[in-house]
């Protein structure tokens, strides 16, 4: 394996851009959010995972393997993929309306779940003022069609551009709705136990102090940046002022992010990647880096062509393309 592989995107992709965003911690909270209104999708999670006993356990988890899928080598990437699709391909649930069984890799779930992760990720980081451009968030989409044919999609079926997402929200909002389950998945979101085991004192503490109300802040802030239609799911009236006070919240907590040391705003998988790419630039001074919506082998590609023809070539490998 090449010691200096950058994955599947890569320090000129839009992905690397959006992911550097120590923001995207309330991006993950609001996907929650929007993914719980999909009751097959919510009762996929809940008969077949101990989210309310290891939910921290289970965050981690799912944190884990998004940085892997961004930051990791192409082999790291495919490998966490291969293990997600062999455990979803195991589970079944049971419709909480009909009774009807069905298996968790549906490929109308896992499309749903990835849409409103990437969409929530992208229009986070957007709205708490990282620049983008339209085209840049188009590229983002694109890219990202990669690590959906991880979890087991046709890339081809998946949306790849923000005109494609906002009509698969419009298809899909029929089939949303406010379930016991999303109810109380919300609930659980907003006031998550205190994940170690301490003294009474010590989490009476944590309940009632500072952390909570800070907590509590962050998840009222994932919540105001919602859709206004999935404001309304949850009870609200998807005033436009929910989401003017979410933006303002956001960007002062994307501030606040900022100032922290570069050790507490990358995880070791970022800072691995980060690595790999400058010692790639150090010993490869000519290979291209990355476009938006080109792979880091594509990119490799392109300047192997470059080389032998002197021009880049008119068309790259498909979006979704993966190593296999």
Not at 8 to 23: A, C, D, M, Y
Not at 200 to 229: D, E, M, N, Q, S
Request: aromatic share 6%; net charge positive; glycine share 8%.
């Amino acid at each position: 394996m090449d010691s200096d592989d950058l994955g599947l995107f890569g320090p000129g992709s839009v992905t690397w851009k959006v992911h550097q965003e120590p923001i995207l911690i309330v991006a993950g909270l609001r996907s929650l959010y929007l993914q719980a209104l999909h009751p097959r999708a919510m009762a996929g999670v809940a008969q077949n995972s101990n989210y309310r006993t290891d939910a921290w356990g289970r965050l981690i988890r799912t944190a884990t393997y998004v940085a892997t899928t961004v930051y990791g080598t192409t082999a790291e990437a495919e490998t966490a993929g291969r293990r997600l699709r062999t455990l979803h391909a195991r589970m079944r649930a049971r419709d909480p309306l009909t009774g009807e069984e069905f298996r968790v890799d549906d490929p109308e779930l896992l499309r749903w779940v990835h849409v409103a992760e990437i969409e929530s990720f992208v229009s986070t980081a957007r709205r708490a003022g990282l620049s983008l451009t339209d085209t840049e968030v188009d590229g983002y989409y694109t890219e990202q069609r990669r690590a959906a044919a991880l979890v087991g999609l046709d890339p081809a079926d998946v949306p790849g551009t923000a005109a494609e997402v906002a009509d698969y929200y419009r298809q899909i909002r029929g089939d949303l709705r406010m379930t016991k389950e999303a109810a109380e998945t919300a609930l659980f979101l907003t006031a998550p136990p205190i994940p170690w085991k301490l003294s009474l004192p010590v989490k009476l503490g944590l309940h009632l102090g500072p952390p909570r109300w800070a907590y509590l802040g962050i998840a009222g802030t994932a919540l105001g940046l919602l859709p206004a239609w999935a404001r309304r799911l949850y009870g609200g009236l998807g005033l436009p002022t929910t989401a003017l006070s979410a933006d303002l919240s956001v960007r002062a907590l994307r501030l606040a992010l900022a100032a922290l040391p570069r050790r507490y705003r990358e995880g070791p998988l970022q800072q691995a990647a980060k690595e790999r790419a400058a010692r790639r630039a150090a010993t490869r001074p000519d290979h291209p880096q990355p476009r938006a919506g080109q792979s880091s082998s594509e990119a490799g590609s392109a300047g192997r062509s470059t080389a032998a023809h002197g021009s880049l070539p008119g068309v790259c490998a498909p979006a979704g393309q993966v190593r296999r």
